[in-house]
């Protein structure tokens, strides 16, 4: 019988054999991942192809400059995780608590940003549910479809994003406990995994949302 | 067996996030720029582009087993054909006029 590995679990042959397979596994994940958000991603698609005058005026009440500020903010969120991950494979603990500590205060930039924006939107009679929806626009129940595929796309993307933010407290706990070695790091890859994910769904809403019709 | 453990250099990660950058800038810059309808072409191709270097560098499927590769792939091909089949739904609805039968009494 072999020395015990650290993190090693009973059923993998070595570290190699079990990041492969862990991997594998996230993927998969992702997978299912990318159908659903698809599936939101294809009634947009409908929708504008039907109601492109009204998907036009109503990205038009969007804010470019958050948007495009926010997108900046996730990418720089993506590049902290990377390096979160990078440090991990080195084996610094140090470095990993460092670069997941930047990388949920980026995340939390990002949700307050859109904070911001959704109370905009709310004061301006643009929510479209509960009777606030009120728009003088001969194409404002096409905006109102928008609207809720604003609403429900960039809710759920943010929702992915705080799931994210918790489990980044939770590896800096683990890290903290001094859990993670040069050959042991698969929670941290894996996490980074997720939050890649959904930085990349961001950079499909936001040209698809925000930048409608925008010359002319 | 240590393609799973590629370590990439600092600079590369500053790359790629150099190049994300660019690529949200671009993106913004043509969009007030009237393409007619390569417009939106162009938007969902800066964004694809975009999309393959946090694919390949930061989530390391450039330097993973070739079943991460199918994996990856996989994902991508069902959304294609998800947004394939549903869009030639709607975007054929009225080519035809709606059949219409006296024998089985529909109208």
Redesign the interface.
């Given at each position: 019988m072999a020395e015990p590995v650290h993190g090693l679990a009973h059923h993998f042959e070595?570290m190699?054999q079990q990041?492969?397979s862990a991997?594998?596994g996230m993927?998969?994940f992702?997978?299912t991942e990318?159908?659903f958000f698809?599936?939101l991603?294809?009634a947009y698609?409908?929708y504008r192809?039907?109601y492109p005058a009204g998907f036009a005026e109503a990205s038009h009440h969007l804010d470019?400059t958050l948007g495009?500020i926010n997108?900046?903010v996730l990418?720089?969120s993506?590049?902290t995780?990377?390096?979160a991950?990078?440090e991990g494979?080195?084996g610094r603990k140090k470095g990993i608590i460092l670069f997941l500590v930047l990388t949920i205060l980026l995340g939390v930039a990002f949700l307050g940003i859109k904070g911001i924006e959704y109370s905009h939107k709310f004061h301006e009679h643009l929510f479209p549910g509960l009777g606030m929806f009120q728009v003088d626009s001969p194409v404002a129940s096409e905006m109102q479809l928008f609207f809720g595929l604003y609403f429900a796309m960039t809710g759920m993307h943010a929702f992915h994003m705080i799931i994210g933010v918790g489990l980044m407290v939770w590896l800096i706990v683990k890290a903290s406990r001094g859990r993670f070695t040069a050959e042991y790091y698969g929670p941290v890859?894996i996490v980074?995994?997720y939050w890649?994910?959904v930085?990349?769904v961001w950079?499909?809403l936001?040209?698809?949302l925000y930048?409608?019709?925008?010359?002319? | 067996m240590s393609s799973n453990h590629h370590i990439m250099p600092l600079p590369a990660y500053i790359l790629v996030f150099c190049t994300l950058l660019a690529g949200t800038a671009l993106t913004v810059w043509v969009a007030f720029i009237d393409l007619g309808a390569l417009n939106t072409v162009v938007a969902i191709s800066i964004a694809v582009v975009k999309a393959l270097f946090v694919i390949l560098y930061f989530m390391h499927v450039r330097y993973a087993s070739r079943l991460t590769w199918v994996f990856a792939g996989a994902g991508f091909l069902w959304l294609a054909i998800l947004l394939a089949i549903t869009m030639a739904d709607v975007m054929s609805r009225g080519w035809l006029p709606f059949p219409t039968s006296d024998f089985l009494n529909i109208r």
């Open positions: 070595d190699d990041r492969e991997t594998l993927w998969a992702l997978v990318v159908l698809g599936g991603f294809a698609t409908v192809t039907l470019v495009a997108t900046a990418i720089g993506s590049l995780m990377a390096l991950v990078r494979q080195l890859e980074g995994l890649h994910f930085d990349i950079i499909f936001f040209p698809l930048l409608i019709g925008r010359h002319g | -």
